[in-house]
């Protein structure tokens, strides 16, 4: 794939806490309409590599976004491009309502359609929180207040989503619904970069796999060939 069709792209991407080299000198990507995940046990440096992405954790390295070097760029800036990630946690505004939360989601907004087109495509997507969009987001389950993050997410019209561990303590069939939603958005052709720690759910739905292993990359394959690799199939489709 030559430069031109990278979405995105973090090459020797690196991050220290301190003295601790959480991630090592990372080059990953996703290609136009891509879904990737990452996979990895606790502490491999999951969510520093996304943090380091969408620099809310400094970092070295360079950063690519189709093809433009957006290094320089802050966090909200590089939102403004379409780079968003759903943090771990969610990050919402617990006395805020889900309407509320949502409108601020779209803080970045360019496009040409208003802010309540936007509602009424996440109210298609997740008619619960439709349902729901006075109460306060404090008061959701927490399959809905994923849901209400990933919205929120969207209303900036991302054109990559990166997402850290979004079912995490979730019921799986709350998981599993929310998994097959960040599905049918991949297939309208948003880029994905997902990080789950197991997730065999999360390995039918992407292209191509990241394992990260004590802060670094210790395999990069296309996801159908975890099934003959007899190490990883083992840990991570069961
Ligand atoms: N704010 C911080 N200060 C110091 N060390 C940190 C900080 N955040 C993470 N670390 C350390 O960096 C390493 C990578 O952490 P990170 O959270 O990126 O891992 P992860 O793969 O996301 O793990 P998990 O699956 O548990 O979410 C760990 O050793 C962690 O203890
Ligand atoms: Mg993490």
Sequence with gaps: MNASEKLFEARALSAFYGRVHALKPTTVWVGEGEFVTVLGPNGAGKSTMLRAMTRLTPATGRVYFRGRDITGLATHERAREGVIMVQEGRGLFGQMSVRENLILGAYTMTG????????????????????????????????????????????????????????????????????????????????????????????????RVYVLSLGAVVAELPAAEIKSHHELSRYYLH
């Design 112 to 207: 040409s359609d208003t802010a309540e087109q936007r509602l009424e495509s996440v109210f298609a997507l997740f008619p619960r929180l439709k349902e729901r969009y006075e109460q306060v987001a404090a008061s959701l389950s927490g399959g809905e207040q994923q849901m209400l993050a990933i919205g929120r997410a969207l209303m900036a019209r991302p054109k990559l989503l990166m997402l850290d561990e979004p079912s995490l303590g979730l019921a799986p069939r709350v998981a599993s619904e929310i998994l097959e939603t960040l599905g049918r958005l991949n297939g309208e052709g948003l880029g994905i970069l997902l990080v789950e720690q197991k997730a065999p759910q999360a390995l039918k739905l992407a292209k």
